[in-house]
């Protein structure tokens, strides 16, 4: 089993639309979460930390369950430009060396 | 204020060259890492570098090295290049080695 995992997509959704995507971890002494944005041909960029109490950032809302070791992020009234990859990351152990997801792939049409 | 900035941002190298790859932090961090991307995969980890030490190393050859340098700028250096090693090379700097990590715009690396 990979250290962490993600359904690579794409998910292909209208505007408007809410969308989760789910990423699965199997390090259960994982101690950081990140979900990171990556356009076509560019760097990933950071969306938002995940915590443990789940937060929220405008449409976007990230969620950990640490029972079930997975992160979420529900993206909601899907905007074209949030058509991207979406990375995440998982940070384990004491040496905190973050591992990556491959990737979701969202893909928003009009 | 300036972000995360490499050099140089597309490079076309020879099997068996040696690769020199700079990344400049975002000013007051004091950490750079460095990550491997290979086309529909997510980025792979090299190396972690905390205050000119090495925190962290990925699971890549010997031929990989990197250094971080007093100003905390840093280099990822690869010798014997192979056709495998071409990827998009990125580097990210954050404040320590748990913050969140910027990164730069990556360095594309051929080998023909």
């Known amino acids: 089993r990979k250290e962490v995992e993600q359904d690579p997509g794409p998910f292909n959704v209208p505007e408007g639309a809410t969308v989760a995507f789910n990423c699965t971890y199997s390090?259960?002494?994982?101690?950081?979460f990140f979900w990171y944005r990556q356009d076509c041909r560019k760097e990933p960029k950071l969306l938002m930390s995940?915590?443990?109490s789940g937060n929220e950032d405008g449409r976007f809302t990230a969620q950990l369950n640490r029972a079930s070791q997975y992160i979420s992020l529900l993206i909601r009234d899907s905007k074209l430009s949030d058509s991207a990859t979406y990375l995440c990351?998982?940070?384990?152990?004491?040496?905190?060396?973050?591992?990556f997801g491959r990737g979701t792939s969202l893909i928003v049409h009009p | 204020d300036a972000g995360v900035t490499q050099s140089p941002t597309h490079l076309i190298k020879t099997r068996g060259q040696q690769v020199t790859l700079r990344c400049s932090p975002i000013?007051?961090?004091?950490?750079v890492s460095w990550y491997q991307q290979v086309l529909g995969q997510g980025p792979q980890f090299i190396f972690q570098?905390?205050?000119?030490?090495?925190?962290g190393r990925g699971n890549f050859p010997d031929r990989f090295s990197a250094r971080q340098f007093p100003n905390y700028s840093s280099e990822l250096n690869v010798n014997a290049l192979l056709l495998g090693d071409s990827a998009l090379y990125l580097c990210?700097?954050?404040?320590?080695?748990?913050?969140?990590?910027?990164f730069g715009q990556g360095t594309r690396l051929t080998v023909v």
């Open positions: 990210a700097s954050s404040y320590d080695t748990n913050t969140e990590a910027f």
């Open positions: 390090n259960s002494a994982s101690q950081s």
């Open positions: 995940v915590y443990s």
């Open positions: 990351v998982v940070k384990s152990g004491g040496s905190y060396i973050p591992t």
């Open positions: 000013s007051g961090h004091k950490s």
């Open positions: 570098y905390y205050e000119k030490e090495e925190r």
